[in-house]
């Protein structure tokens, strides 16, 4: 049973720093993809980030140069490190979990991020 456990988000004013942290359980977390989505209120579910089993990154237009995502393949953890912050990054944020190229994925329980003054 594959379960991811996130954790931080909360709310930030503009400009300031978060972090998310996804906690993994899965046997083979490090032939995972992981990535970051977001939905706002209203709004479709977006990719925000990815970091491949190969460790190579890819980010949003949006988010780039602010965010950074990474990985420790030890602890199983997946984090997001989010800089500059803007109200429109407000959103709720799940952890998803795939092997490429198979059909199973997996959600975090999704956390909200609130940017506002």
């Known amino acids: 049973q594959v379960q991811l456990v996130q954790s931080g988000g909360g709310l930030a004013q503009p400009g300031e720093s978060l972090r998310l942290s996804c906690a993994a359980s899965?046997?083979?977390?490090?032939?995972?993809?992981m990535a970051w989505y977001r939905q706002a209120p209203g709004k479709e579910r977006e990719l925000v980030a990815i970091?491949?089993?190969?460790?190579?990154?890819t980010y949003a237009d949006s988010v780039k140069g602010r965010f950074t995502i990474s990985r420790d393949n030890a602890k199983s953890m997946v984090y997001l490190q989010m800089n500059s912050l803007k109200p429109e990054d407000t959103a709720v944020y799940y952890c998803?979990?795939?092997?490429?190229?198979?059909?199973?994925?997996?959600w975090g329980q999704g956390t909200q991020v609130t940017v506002s003054a």
């Open positions: 970091i491949t089993r190969g460790r190579s990154t």
């Open positions: 899965m046997n083979g977390f490090s032939i995972y993809d």
């Open positions: 998803h979990a795939q092997i490429p190229s198979t059909r199973p994925e997996y």
